[in-house]
T-cell receptor
Framework: GDSVTQMEGPVTLSEEAFLTINCTYTATGYPSLFWYVQYPGEGLQLLLK?????DKGSNKGFEATYRKETTSFHLEKGSVQVSDSAVYFCALRGTGSGSRLTFGEGTQLTVNP | NAGVMQNPRHLVRRRGQEARLRCSPMKGHSHVYWYRQLPEEGLKFMVYLQKENIIDESGMPKERFSAEFPKEGPSILRIQQVVRGDSAAYFC???????????????FGPGTRLTVT
């Protein structure tokens, strides 16, 4: 079945540092890939997505590229801010799984001033 | 446009009681999904519903759990005879459509945090 593996957290960075959160997946066919962000006490918000190989999703300075050869969708940001502190979830929607999303375990990011 | 609404936000139940969680999708959305987030884990799919139909319940525990999405009113996730292991955050998401080749975004509610004592 489909699965998503994220780098273990938590991750603590200083403001303006470079961020990478690794995400790899297992799925048949050509899944769509997503990054969601969850701020404390809130639901998940879609951060970015990519629907086919080599697509790059981007939003709010965050980027992730759909790499089919390495089955990866790593999240990056060049300069993090304190306001980026949240939990980040990588997810996929498989071609054979209907509409449901399969999530990774989540990575807690804390950015210190 | 109001987002996905869930209530209650926090629910405390004693073992053996029933829990009812409600989800009102975004306006114009007719597809609802329920996910469960156990402590220190990611979200796990439970069930996918359209109005008056269960489309995919492959993630629902076989016993004590049920879900509905009536023609009128919110979607309800019901847990009968709750046990401590049911303590989790339950998230609802909605989308305008589902399935097919296009990836329709799912919009998530704030979640209901269930605590079983």
């Amino acid at each position: 079945g489909d699965s998503v593996t994220q780098m273990e957290g938590p991750v603590t960075l200083s403001e303006e540092a470079f961020l990478t959160i690794n995400c790899t997946y297992t799925a048949t066919g050509y899944p769509s890939l997503f990054w969601y962000v969850q701020y404390p006490g809130e639901g998940l918000q879609l951060l970015l997505k990519a629907t086919k190989a080599d697509d790059k999703g981007s939003n709010k300075g965050f980027e992730a590229t759909y790499r089919k050869e390495t089955t990866s969708f790593h999240l990056e940001k060049g300069s993090v801010q304190v306001s980026d502190s949240a939990v980040y979830f990588c997810a996929l929607r498989g071609t054979g799984s209907g509409s449901r999303l399969t999530f990774g375990e989540g990575t807690q990011l804390t950015v210190n001033p | 446009n109001a987002g996905v609404m869930q209530n209650p936000r926090h629910l405390v139940r004693r073992r053996g009681q029933e829990a009812r969680l409600r989800c009102s999708p975004m306006k114009g959305h007719s597809h609802v999904y329920w996910y469960r987030q156990l402590p220190e884990e990611g979200l796990k799919f439970m069930v996918y519903l359209q109005k008056e139909n269960i489309i995919d319940e492959s993630g629902m525990p076989k016993e004590r759990f049920s879900a509905e999405f009536p023609k009128e009113g919110p979607s309800i996730l019901r847990i009968q005879q709750v046990v401590r292991g049911d303590s989790a955050a339950y998230f609802c998401a909605s989308s305008p459509r589902g399935g097919g080749a296009v990836s329709y975004e799912q919009y998530f509610g704030p979640g209901t945090r269930l605590t079983v004592t």
